[in-house]
């Protein structure tokens, strides 16, 4: 069983900086691609930045020199550090991992539980 565990949400005032972290656990061969993707009450869940095994980033371009995402190999972890937040960044932010189960398996898509972010003006 493969689990996504999310931290770091929470309420902060526009200008303000929060850090989210997520952590792959269970039982798998592989993980490939991670990433944060994030839904806004009445909207559609979007990609906020992706990050591969070797470092290789893609930032959307709404958040684009704001935020930064990093990953830690061998902790499995992804971070997400969320500079000068604005109130349009509100909303649950869910982890997201592509896992190989067995050596011969396909890909698969995790997702965490979510961690809401709430940006005050």
């Known amino acids: 069983q493969v689990q996504l565990v999310e931290s770091g949400g929470g309420l902060v005032q526009t200008g303000g900086s929060l850090r989210l972290s997520c952590t792959t656990s269970?039982?798998?061969?592989?993980?490939?691609?991670m990433g944060w993707y994030r839904q806004a009450p009445g909207k559609q869940r979007e990609l906020v930045a992706t990050?591969?095994?070797?470092?290789?980033?893609n930032i959307a371009e709404s958040v684009k020199g704001r935020f930064t995402i990093s990953r830690d190999n061998a902790k499995k972890t992804i971070y997400l550090q969320m500079d000068s937040l604005e109130p349009d960044d509100t909303g649950v932010y869910y982890c997201?991992?592509?896992?190989?189960?067995?050596?011969?398996?396909?890909?698969?898509?995790?997702w965490g539980q979510g961690t809401q972010v709430t940006v005050s003006s």
């Open positions: 997201n991992a592509q896992v190989m189960i067995g050596r011969w398996s396909s890909w698969r898509d995790y």
């Open positions: 269970g039982a798998f061969f592989s993980i490939d691609r």
């Open positions: 990050v591969t095994p070797g470092n290789r980033t």
